[in-house]
């Protein structure tokens, strides 16, 4: 992974936010849409739909890759980029599983100070 030079993009890297562009609309890609929507939900990041604040990546459509999107839907992508945010395929499952390794990972491990335990008052 390339050096960190912006610290809005250090920031982006570590939000759980998730965008979603785009509208499926064959079979197979609301399906996977579907699927990739709960899959971000159940490992505890969240998956929004307007591009406000820090985003860790950027799932879209078939449709948006090929650049057949609205003006808005575009604009949100290209903002996206221009903030170094990836922007992946719904279908490129390993790509959005890399690219959320380090923010799943540090949100499965105990805080720093925090006990596994609950306290006992006794000795």
């Known amino acids: 992974m390339s050096p960190i030079s912006s610290i809005d993009v250090a920031r982006a890297r570590r939000s ?6 785009g509208n499926p609309t ?15 939900a159940l490992h505890g990041l969240e998956p929004i ?6 985003v860790l990546c950027v799932i ?4 948006i890759l090929d650049g057949r999107c609205s003006q ?3 604009a ?16 490129d499952t390993t790509l959005i599983w890399q690219v959320t390794a380090r ?9 720093v100070g925090a006990s596994a335990k609950p306290h006992s008052d006794g000795a």
């Open 16 to 21: 759980r936010r998730v965008l979603f562009v």
């Open 26 to 40: 064959r079979y197979a890609d609301v399906s996977q849409w579907a699927m990739v929507r709960q899959w971000v």
């Open 49 to 54: 739909r307007e591009l406000e604040g820090d």
């Open 60 to 63: 879209v459509t078939e449709d």
């Open 72 to 74: 808005k839907e575009s």
């Open 76 to 91: 949100a992508v290209q903002h996206a980029r221009a903030l170094g945010v990836p922007c992946i395929s719904v279908h």
């Open 103 to 111: 923010v799943r990972a540090r949100m499965g491990r105990p805080q």
